[in-house]
């Protein structure tokens, strides 16, 4: 059964930094393309951006482009969500999710393998 626990979320200034982690178990890490997707209060599911299980090539939405930076270690099974330069608009909160998803994202996606989600906020 997929497991994914994200955590590192909290409340940082505009222009602060952050870093997601996500936490993998159930399922061949190493095997799989992982996928950072957001929900802002009152909108609809957006994705964010996906890594190749190797690690080598990583796709960001153009709402983070150039801000936030998707990266994994498949020994400790975990991926990693850099985010840089924030703006009240990232205020949302933020699944890993195995495998990629489709966009525009849907929770039916998702369904059985996503995490929690951790929370960001970003207000001064």
């Known amino acids: 059964k997929v497991h994914l626990v994200e955590s590192g979320g909290g409340l940082v200034q505009p222009g602060g930094s952050l870093r997601l982690s996500c936490a993998a178990s159930?399922?061949?890490?190493?095997?799989?393309?992982m996928t950072w997707v957001r929900q802002a209060s009152g909108k609809g599911l957006e994705w964010v951006s996906a890594i190749s299980p190797s690690g080598i090539a990583a796709t960001y939405a153009d709402s983070v482009k150039g801000r936030f930076t998707i990266s994994r270690d498949n020994a400790k099974n975990m991926l990693y969500l850099h985010l840089n330069s924030l703006k009240t608009e990232d205020t949302a909160m933020y699944y890993c999710?195995?495998?990629?998803?489709?966009?525009?994202?849907?929770?039916?996606?998702?369904?059985?393998?996503r995490g929690q989600g951790t929370q960001v906020t970003v207000s001064s």
């Open positions: 999710v195995k495998d990629n998803v489709g966009r525009p994202a849907t929770w039916p996606q998702i369904a059985n393998r």
């Open positions: 159930g399922f061949t890490f190493g095997d799989a393309t």
